[in-house]
């Protein structure tokens, strides 16, 4: 058992402080009155509503909101498939190949994967814009959801789809009805995993932008290279709310549907 002593505790303290505490000081700074980033003047939300009339940045903000989604739902779709493929089929031919292009993004730096994808996407004639972005960060976050459906994939009872395609039940039907809700929380989680990751995204997108299709990070990122606005530390403010809203969503929904499970199992053992 873990003993709490003095230095634990500091340790951990100092941990959470580092990861933290900047995040709190531009949430609190958010709400600051002065136009100074750095100097407190008091409460005010006026920065939200200057936000409001900030076209630029709103536009910026919605491309990024329908590339997320777009991408982390075309991401959950071809992860999910992928990481059946792996665990499913474990012999057949290319399965290598097939596992080192599914799990390459993983450990390939974002300016290599930006630099190639815009090589591919010249070499083939495509313009750059919003499209080009929802495909690489398709690419890029297909990895993810693969790797998350395939960890709950590797512990599911395949007894329960055998007795659904003993009882009649075509394996289309198997798949839909018993397989995908079972590791839901899973494909929930990959796909919330990879809206997140599109939203953060910032290289990539640099590589494979173009004109009309700025994101919200480029926009933040050039605007920071002139100075630090208070706006930017409102619209930083609503994004961390809604990634955090979206975790806590997903952590409850996964909660509740292992307790009911665990329920459910505990009702089939004790049934006579």
Same mark, same amino acid.
């Given at each position: 058992?873990?003993?709490?002593?003095?230095?634990?505790?500091?340790?951990?303290?100092?941990?959470?402080?580092?990861?933290?505490?900047?995040?709190?000081?531009?949430?609190?700074?958010?709400?600051?009155?002065?136009?100074?980033? @750095?100097?407190?003047?008091?409460?005010?939300?006026?920065?939200?509503?200057?936000?409001?009339?900030?076209?630029?940045?709103?536009?910026?903000?919605?491309? %990024?909101?329908?590339?997320?989604?777009?991408?982390?739902?075309?991401? @959950?779709?071809?992860?999910?498939?992928?990481?059946?493929?792996?665990?499913?089929?474990?012999?057949?031919?290319?399965?290598?190949?097939?596992?080192?292009?599914?799990?390459?993004?993983?450990?390939?730096?974002?300016?290599?994967?930006?630099?190639?994808?815009?090589?591919?996407?010249?070499?083939?004639?495509?313009?750059?814009?919003?499209?080009?972005? @929802?495909?690489?960060? %398709?690419?890029?976050?297909?990895?993810?959801?693969?790797?998350?459906? !395939?960890?709950?994939?590797?512990?599911?009872? #395949?007894?329960?789809?055998?007795?659904? !395609?003993?009882?009649?039940?075509?394996?289309?039907?198997?798949?839909?009805?018993? @397989?995908?809700?079972?590791?839901?929380?899973?494909?929930?989680?990959?796909?919330?995993?990879?809206?997140?990751?599109?939203?953060?995204?910032?290289?990539?997108?640099?590589?494979?932008?173009?004109?009309?299709? %700025?994101?919200?990070?480029?926009?933040?990122?050039? !605007?920071?290279?002139?100075?630090?606005?208070?706006?930017?530390?409102?619209?930083?403010?609503?994004?961390?709310?809604?990634?955090?809203?979206?975790?806590?969503?997903?952590?409850?929904?996964?909660?509740? #549907?292992?307790?009911?499970?665990?329920?459910?199992?505990?009702?089939?053992?004790?049934?006579?």
């Amino acid at each position: 058992m873990l003993r709490w002593t003095r230095f634990n505790v500091a340790s951990v303290a100092l941990g959470f402080a580092f990861l933290y505490l900047p995040i709190v000081l531009l949430v609190v700074f958010s709400f600051n009155e002065s136009k100074l980033v @750095t100097v407190w003047g008091g409460f005010s939300t006026k920065w939200y509503v200057s936000l409001l009339h900030n076209q630029a940045l709103l536009d910026a903000a919605w491309v %990024t909101i329908r590339v997320g989604i777009l991408s982390a739902t075309a991401a @959950t779709i071809l992860g999910t498939l992928a990481a059946i493929a792996l665990v499913r089929y474990t012999r057949f031919r290319g399965r290598m190949l097939f596992s080192g292009m599914v799990y390459a993004p993983l450990v390939m730096p974002e300016v290599i994967t930006g630099l190639s994808l815009l090589l591919l996407f010249v070499a083939i004639g495509l313009d750059r814009g919003f499209w080009t972005i @929802t495909l690489a960060h %398709t690419t890029l976050t297909m990895c993810f959801v693969a790797v998350v459906v !395939q960890s709950r994939l590797l512990s599911f009872d #395949r007894s329960i789809e055998e007795a659904a !395609q003993d009882l009649g039940a075509p394996p289309v039907r198997t798949f839909f009805e018993v @397989t995908l809700p079972i590791i839901a929380p899973a494909v929930l989680s990959g796909w919330i995993l990879a809206f997140t990751l599109s939203l953060d995204d910032l290289v990539i997108a640099s590589f494979t932008s173009g004109p009309g299709a %700025t994101t919200l990070p480029m926009k933040i990122y050039s !605007q920071v290279r002139l100075g630090v606005t208070p706006e930017i530390n409102a619209v930083c403010t609503i994004l961390i709310g809604i990634v955090a809203i979206g975790v806590i969503c997903a952590s409850t929904i996964t909660k509740r #549907r292992e307790l009911q499970r665990e329920r459910d199992e505990r009702a089939a053992a004790n049934a006579p």
